[in-house]
Structures are given as C-alpha cells and as structure tokens.
C-alpha cells in the first residue's frame, strides 16, 4: 500500500510530464480549482488553475524546448518538495526580452501541498535572476 506521500510524489511525477509535453489542460486538471500559486516577487498568492495555465504558458512559450530534470523529490504527509534543473532554448519572448536562441539552464526549489488526489498549493522559488541573466543583451550594446 502506497503512502499518502508516495501517492502526492507520483502525482507530482504525472504532472510535469505532462507541463513538459506540453498537455496543460491535462495538468491543470490535477489542481484544486481553488489552486493557490504563491510565487517570488509577487505580495499575494495567486488563485485559479487558468491562473497558472497562464504563467505555465509564458515559459512554454520563451523556452518551447523546456526539459525538466528532477534532481530531488521527497514527501511528508500532504507536501511534496522538490529540486529541480531546468534547461531549454530561448526561443520566444519571456518577460519582455526576444528571443535571443541562447541555452539557458537554471534551478528551481519547489514546494507542493495536496487536499485528497490534487495539488492544491505551489511555493516556487526559480532562478529567475539567473535566468535572466542568460537571456539578456551584453552589457554595453
């Protein structure tokens, strides 16, 4: 018999499989509807599944060619945390800068909680700076 937490972990395995083949409506329907994305930067959590359909969808966008390496994943009782590496092609634009078809390869620390068979809360903390910092012009030009 599976743990709760050995269940979340799988469900969490499901759900990047399907961000990374580019299925989000398939992964969104393993959210809560009242999902809640807190997220760097941002004062207040955000809410919804369309809500994260569209952050989702930027980075799908910049980075079409998004692989998704999980480095660690452990579980206690209904959280999920996560280490993951992230690498792709920068070929559209994301947060404002063209595409500059620059790899890019950057980390992300990620903490997930379920209610029953869903995920129903994500703490993500990427290296946005870092990504950033692969993407943008040289200083200078």
Known sequence: ????????????????????????????????????????????PLHGREVWKLGTQAMLDGFPDLQFNVEDMFGADDKVGVRMHFRGTHQGTFQGVAATHRPVSFRSIELYRFEGNKIAEEWVAPDLTGLMQQISPPSGS
């Open 1 to 44: 018999m599976n743990t709760a937490a050995e269940k979340n972990m799988a469900l969490m395995r499901t759900a990047y499989q399907r961000v990374q083949s580019g299925d989000l409506d398939a992964a969104a329907e393993l959210l809560t509807e009242n999902f809640i994305a807190n997220l760097p930067g941002m004062p207040d």
